[in-house]
């Protein structure tokens, strides 16, 4: 089976981080899609200051990929999302939750994918409170 990098137009988040790190932001295997954490840094590498806007900018940025690989948000059907919380956290902080939720009911109308939410105390960069990752079908 051939594994093929889906390469991002100059300029982008994922072509950045692919740039300056080493890694794609997606490969599509067979008729599957599979994207990296995305996250909600900016092109310049910058962060959001509400988690709600990084929140948006990550499936943004998610969108830019899919929409490199040929695909929409139709295709998804997987996502994993890990959200920073406080140390000794019970859960994972609800405008976090609902941000995601909003998201869904507008990317994902009339589509219910699955979805794995994790809580971790810290991601690969500072500042940051959000990364997911998506699987979509071609």
Not at 3 to 26: K, M, N, W, Y
Not at 71 to 86: A, E, I
Not at 93 to 110: N, T, Y
């Amino acid at each position: 089976m051939s594994i093929t990098e889906i390469v991002l137009p100059e300029g982008s988040t994922g072509r950045v981080l692919r740039d300056q790190f080493h890694f794609a932001a997606a490969h599509r295997v067979g008729d599957i899609v599979e994207l990296s954490g995305h996250t909600g840094h900016l092109a310049d590498l910058s962060l959001p200051e509400t988690l709600e806007e990084e929140i948006a900018t990550a499936f943004a940025n998610i969108t830019a990929t899919l929409e490199a690989a040929g695909l929409s948000w139709s295709n998804v059907f997987s996502v994993r999302t890990y959200h920073v919380v406080p140390v000794g956290a019970e859960s994972i902080q609800g405008e976090g939750i609902g941000a995601v939720l909003e998201a869904f009911a507008s990317l994902l109308p009339e589509r219910y994918p699955v979805w794995t939410a994790i809580a971790v105390p810290a991601l690969a960069f500072p500042g940051m409170r959000i990364e997911i990752e998506i699987k979509a079908t071609v």
